[in-house]
C-alpha cells in the first residue's frame, strides 16, 4: 500500500509553492493517552503524514529549498531491540532513507540541538504556530539561539507563516491517488450503513449496530472509525452527536447513524436515517421526505458554479419550506429565515470539506469571498431536522423526530459525483431492506 514516490511527488509540488530561501518544520502528533500507562492507538498528525508517509511517534520532518540544506530531512527514533520488541517495529535513521525517501535522517535526540542550524540565514520559517504547543516552544527557543549568533555575522528568520494555506490548499484539492482512497472509505463506509439496515430490529442495543458497523470497518481493512459513530434510536436522533450508543430501539424509532471508516488516512462520513421496524409512520415519512428533497437538491448543487453557502440557503430553504406546510413550523417562509426561528430545527451547516481528516482543512473563502466549488474538492451534504421532544408548539406525533441524510460529493468539471450513491436512502428501498437478514 505504502508508496514512497505519492509522497516524493507530494513534497516536491509543496516545496514549489515555498518563498525562495525558507524552511518548514512539520512535528507529528504526540502520543495520547488514554489511562495510566495505556495509550491510545496512535495516528499521525495529517500534513505530516501528507507529507511523509510516516507513521511512527515522535517524529519531525523538515523541508527546504535552501541552497545549503537537504529537501527533505527526517528526524525519527532510533532503532531500539528492547523496546521494538515491546512497542513495535522502527525504521529507524537507515529505515527513514531508504524506505520514506529522506536525504538525511537523524535520531530524534538530536534534534534540538540541530535545530538551530536550520534556521540560519532562512528568509521565512513556514510551520503551524499554536498546534503543538510543547513544540513552538523548542522553535521559538531556537529562533532566538539562532538571533544571537549575530556576531558571527548570521542572520535569523525574519517572518514565521502559518503552513496552512499551502498545505491545506493541497489537501481540500485531491488528487487523482487521493481519490483512490478516498473511493474506498466511501464504499467500505455505505457498505457498513447498509449492513445496519439490514440488521436492525426492535429490541436491538444501540451498541449493537455500533459494533456491526465498526466490525466491517475494521474487517474491510480500515483503521477503524474515524470518529466515534453514532446510532441514535428514538429521540436521541435529536442529539447531533450523540455517541453514548446504549439504549434500547424501540419498536416505532427511528434510527439515526453517522458513521465514517478512516481507511489509510481518509474518511468517509455518511448518515442515514431509518425506521427500525421498517416501516415510516406517516410524520416520519412526511419530516423524512423535505429532508430527502433538500439533500437530493443539494447534492445537484455541488458543481463549479456554487458554493458552501447557496448549497446551505437552498437546504435550509426547502427545509423550512416544508416545515411550514407540515405546520411543525409558522411562516411565512421569509421571515422564519430572517428571524432564524427555524434553527431551533437545523441548527449545524449543510456540509463540511472531507479527507485526511473528517473535518477536512481547506478554506471556504478566496480573495474576501466565499469560494466557490472546485474540481477536486470532497464535500459531504448532509441537512437535517431535529424536532425537540418537548417543544409544545409542535404537534405531538412529530415531537422527537431527529433525520439527517449525508453523502460525500466529489466536485469534477462535469458536476458533481455522488461518493457515496451506494448507500440506500430511497425511503421505498429502505423499507425493502431494513431487517432483512
Ligand atoms: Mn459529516
Not at 366 to 374: A, V
Request: glycine fraction near 8%.
Amino acid at each position: 500500500m505504502f508508496d514512497p514516490s505519492l509522497f516524493s511527488d507530494r513534497r516536491k509540488r509543496f516545496l514549489s509553492q515555498l518563498e525562495p530561501n525558507s524552511v518548514a518544520i512539520i512535528p507529528t502528533a504526540p502520543i495520547a493517552n488514554y489511562s495510566r500507562d495505556t495509550d491510545y492507538r496512535y495516528r499521525p498528525d495529517s500534513d505530516f503524514h501528507y507529507l511523509t508517509g510516516f507513521r511512527e511517534p515522535e517524529a519531525v520532518a523538515i523541508l527546504s529549498n535552501v541552497e545549503s540544506h537537504k529537501a527533505f530531512t527526517l528526524f525519527v527514533r532510533p532503532r531500539d531491540k528492547d523496546k521494538e520488541i515491546w512497542n513495535g517495529r522502527r525504521a529507524g535513521i537507515a529505515g527513514a532513507v531508504d524506505s520514506y525517501g529522506a536525504d538525511e535522517a537523524f535520531v530524534i535526540g538530536d534534534f534540538k540541538e540541530k535545530l538551530p542550524s536550520y534556521l540560519e540565514n532562512v528568509e521565512s520559517i513556514y510551520h503551524f504556530p499554536g498546534k503543538y504547543l510543547n513544540f513552538d516552544r523548542k522553535l521559538s527557543k531556537a529562533w532566538n539561539a539562532v538571533r544571537m549568533k549575530w556576531r558571527q555575522g548570521i542572520d535569523a528568520p525574519k517572518v514565521m507563516v502559518d503552513l496552512g494555506h499551502i498545505m491545506h490548499e493541497m489537501r481540500l484539492i485531491k488528487t487523482p491517488e487521493d481519490l483512490i482512497l478516498q473511493r474506498n472509505a466511501c464504499k467500505i463506509t455505505a457498505e457498513a450503513q447498509e449492513l445496519a439496515m439490514r440488521a436492525v430490529r426492535p429490541g436491538m442495543n444501540e451498541r449493537e449496530l455500533e459494533a456491526l458497523i465498526n466490525h466491517y470497518f475494521r474487517a474491510s481493512g480500515g483503521l477503524g472509525e474515524g470518529f466515534p459513530t453514532i446510532v441514535a434510536s428514538g429521540v436521541n436522533s435529536c442529539i447531533l452527536h450523540y455517541i453514548t450508543n446504549e439504549e434500547t430501539i424501540e419498536d416505532g424509532d427511528l434510527v439515526l447513524i453517522d458513521a465514517g471508516v478512516e481507511y489509510e488516512m481518509h474518511n468517509g462520513d455518511i448518515t442515514r436515517t431509518f425506521p427500525a421496524n421498517g416501516k415510516f409512520s406517516q410524520e416520519q415519512r412526511a419530516v423524512y421526505d423535505i429532508v430527502l428533497k433538500a439533500q437530493l437538491e443539494c447534492c445537484d448543487m455541488c458543481t463549479t458554479d456554487n458554493t458552501m453557502d447557496t448549497v446551505h440557503d437552498h437546504a435550509v430553504k426547502v427545509m423550512v419550506d416544508g416545515l411550514i406546510d407540515l405546520k411543525v413550523m409558522e411562516g411565512p417562509a421569509d421571515k422564519a429565515i430572517e428571524d432564524e426561528t427555524y434553527k431551533k430545527f437545523y441548527m449545524h451547516k449543510t456540509g463540511h470539506w472531507l479527507g485526511v481528516d473528517v473535518h477536512d482543512v481547506g478554506s471556504q473563502r478566496k480573495d474576501g469571498k466565499t469560494r466557490k466549488f472546485e474540481p477536486g474538492m470532497v464535500t459531504t451534504v448532509e441537512p437535517g431536522i431535529y424536532i425537540p421532544e418537548d417543544d409544545e408548539s409542535v404537534p405531538i406525533a412529530f415531537r422527537g423526530i431527529g433525520i439527517r441524510i449525508e453523502d460525500d460529493i466529489h466536485i469534477t468539471p462535469d458536476g458533481p459525483e455522488n461518493l457515496t450513491d451506494s448507500c440506500p436512502k430511497d425511503p421505498g428501498k429502505l423499507e425493502e431492506i431494513i431487517g432483512s437478514d
